[in-house]
């Protein structure tokens, strides 16, 4: 598998004003067309969406998407297979890739709604079906109860390494690992001294992240990305977009590795762990 193509299009930037370090809103109807083309053109074929993504999915209904494996997810479970023929029909498709459940707590308290996940999967309209997650212990709650599922997305970053220990487990049982919140909604570009108090004890880390960059010539988004690109139990890392000249821009520099590979040590030294600090749903 080529670098690119480990590579998924994060979608939430297309239909919401999302991301700490966001400056343009939402993406335009035009900016998406490009994103989609030069996507294609540089060999990424997954797209990662939501029902929650405000407009994202229309948005993405209006374009060719047959290059793509699209995956998309619930968060409400009280009506799964209207949401899922909305699903359907904003991205003008009869199938798709992957369906993940959106909210675990909702998922805990009808846990039977999975079911119909996998008679979505048994009648051919979705691939894979499983769980976007937050925390280790909601994995454990699927491991603890034996939930069979085949995709699972993730946090995975610098800062946040959490599910590591989980990794090989994940592989043993044929599970598809997507991890997001690559450069952690752009925190890691943020000047350090204009940190909000509850951020603040991540100073330290960006200043270092920053020092490392500069010394190894390389750029923030290089650094993040070659580190998540670079775990082989990740089959896909979902980077979200604002434009196509950033897609283009991310990838610069990702065609080598080998002095990334000296980092490893420094990089590892900047995870924090603490769901309070490296989870956005905390920050507000």
């Not at 970053?157 to 487990?169: A, H, Q």
């Not at 100073?203 to 988004?221: G, K, R, T, V």
């Amino acid at each position: 598998m080529s670098v690119q193509n480990k590579i998924a299009i994060g979608t939430v930037q297309f239909g919401l004003d999302y991301g700490i370090s966001n400056k343009t809103g939402e993406v335009s109807q035009n900016e998406i067309k490009k994103i989609l083309f030069a996507a294609a053109d540089l060999g990424i074929d997954t797209i990662d969406t939501a029902l929650a993504y405000g407009k994202s999915q229309q948005k993405l209904g209006k374009e060719d998407l047959s290059q793509f494996q699209v995956v998309s997810k619930l968060l409400a479970l009280e009506n799964i297979v209207s949401d899922f023929d909305t699903v359907l029909n904003e991205l003008n498709l009869e199938s798709i890739y992957g369906l993940m459940v959106h909210n675990f707590e909702k998922f805990k308290t009808t846990t039977t709604s999975f079911d119909l996940f996998r008679q979505l999967k048994i009648e051919s309209k979705v691939q894979k079906v499983g769980f976007s997650l937050n925390s280790l212990k909601e994995l454990e709650y699927l491991f603890d109860r034996n939930i069979n599922f085949d995709i699972i997305q993730l946090p995975y970053n610098l800062f946040d390494t959490r599910f590591e220990v989980y990794f090989e487990e994940l592989k043993a049982r044929g599970i598809e690992v997507h991890s997001r919140s690559t450069f952690l909604q752009g925190l890691f570009f943020l000047n350090p001294t204009q940190l909000n108090d509850h951020l603040k004890p991540l100073q330290s880390s960006i200043y270092a992240l920053q020092d490392l960059a500069f010394q190894n010539e390389m750029s923030i988004s290089e650094l993040a990305l070659k580190f998540v690109l670079s775990n082989p139990y990740i089959s896909k890392v979902v980077i979200g977009l604002e434009s196509e000249s950033q897609l283009r821009q991310n990838l610069i520099g990702l065609d080598s590795f080998e002095s990334f590979d000296n980092l490893k040590h420094d990089l590892n030294k900047l995870a924090s762990n603490d769901e309070f600090l490296v989870l956005p749903m905390h920050w507000k």
